[in-house]
């Protein structure tokens, strides 16, 4: 395969310096879910660890790195889950983290960030000014911006969700792999080009947040002017070109779903595996649910990737999503 800016020995040393705690995650076959979606399904649960998301696997390689320098500082924007992320690795390397976020962002989020310590900032707007601000105050204060998906080791500690998914048995066709920045499509795409090419690498991103999936597909970057959905953690409108090129090499289609499919999905994975999840994590399940045809007769992995939800807003949600029927 052509090269991305990920290297799979990096990868498999990053399984190293990342905490046990956030590794080898629960991979199983969840047969309740297939009669509706007509296909055999395996998930890969990113949930089970303290900050209930993939995103620690990065930023523990992050500040490994960051452990020995002189300023033992980092600053992040972050809609919640890279924010918690960071804070719960620096903490555990005695840095001090700045995290900016948006008004808007998830009120579960946003608390759980300070209770790890972590200096928070807020900002009128999305996340985009978000990340503007944090370039700011990296800038200003001279420590290190942690930037999703463009810095490489956020990328290749979620990649090692990857090594664990290639070693895992029985093997599978597809894996389905919700899509925002980007640094966990490119992680895990570049480890199953590299070591299982036969599986199909599928990214998923929402109706209402098109803008990597419409750059994927011109092969150029395409922006929007706003975002509307509630998979927040998947809210971008600003792709990066670095990520978009390696995205380009690994992903074999990436395809776009409905916000009532995220609930649905949503509303699935609770009444058929027990899951709370947050929308972004159910990206995978709505894709099976808009194309049944695609997936029938596959082994899908779909990797659940969150479950920081606001309790209230998960009750509306799935409490007005109607049962599935196959």
């Known amino acids: 395969m052509k090269e991305t800016r990920l290297d799979t020995a990096r990868i498999r040393a990053a399984r190293r310096v990342i905490d046990p705690v956030f590794l080898d995650t629960p991979l199983y076959h969840c047969e309740a879910l297939e009669p509706g979606l007509g296909c055999t399904v395996s998930i890969k649960l990113e949930t089970a660890n303290p900050v209930r998301s993939f995103k620690a696997r990065g930023t523990e390689v992050v500040t490994s790195l960051l ?76 420590i290190r911006l942690v930037e999703d ?24 066709d597809t894996v389905l792999i919700a899509l925002g920045g980007g640094a966990l499509a490119t992680g895990v795409g570049h480890v199953m080009k590299a070591l299982a090419p036969e599986v199909e690498v599928i990214c998923v991103q929402p109706l209402g947040a098109p803008a990597l999936t419409r750059s994927w597909h011109r092969r150029r970057i395409v922006t929007t002017d706003s975002t509307h959905t509630i998979a927040d953690g998947v809210a971008g409108r600003c792709p990066i070109p670095a990520v978009l090129d390696d995205l380009l090499l690994v992903a074999d289609d990436a395809v776009l779903v409905q916000e009532a499919s995220i609930i649905a999905g949503m ?10 999840v947050e929308p972004s994590a159910a990206l995978g399940i709505a894709a099976i ?17 969150g479950s920081n939800v606001d309790v209230d807003a998960y009750h509306r949600w799935v409490g007005a999503a109607p049962h599935h029927r196959s």
Request: proline content about 1%; charged content about 25%; glycine content about 8%.
């Open 67 to 142: 452990a020995d320098n002189a300023s033992r500082a980092a600053v992040c924007a972050s809609a919640g889950n890279l924010g918690q992320a960071l804070a719960w690795s620096g903490r555990g390397r005695g840095l001090d983290v700045t995290v900016v976020a948006s008004r808007s962002a998830t009120r579960a989020k946003l608390d759980r960030i300070r209770a790890l310590d972590a200096v928070l900032e807020l900002v009128d707007g999305d996340h985009e000014m978000a990340r503007e601000r944090a370039a700011d105050i990296a800038r200003y204060d001279g």
């Open 149 to 172: 998906s463009l810095d490489i080791e956020t990328c290749e500690g979620a990649a090692t969700i990857g090594l664990e998914l290639v070693n895992a048995a029985p093997s599978f």
């Open 267 to 276: 509303r699935m994975l609770l009444d058929h595996a027990g899951l709370v």
């Open 289 to 305: 649910l808009e194309d049944r045809d695609r997936f029938a007769g596959r082994h899908v992995v779909t990797i659940v990737c």
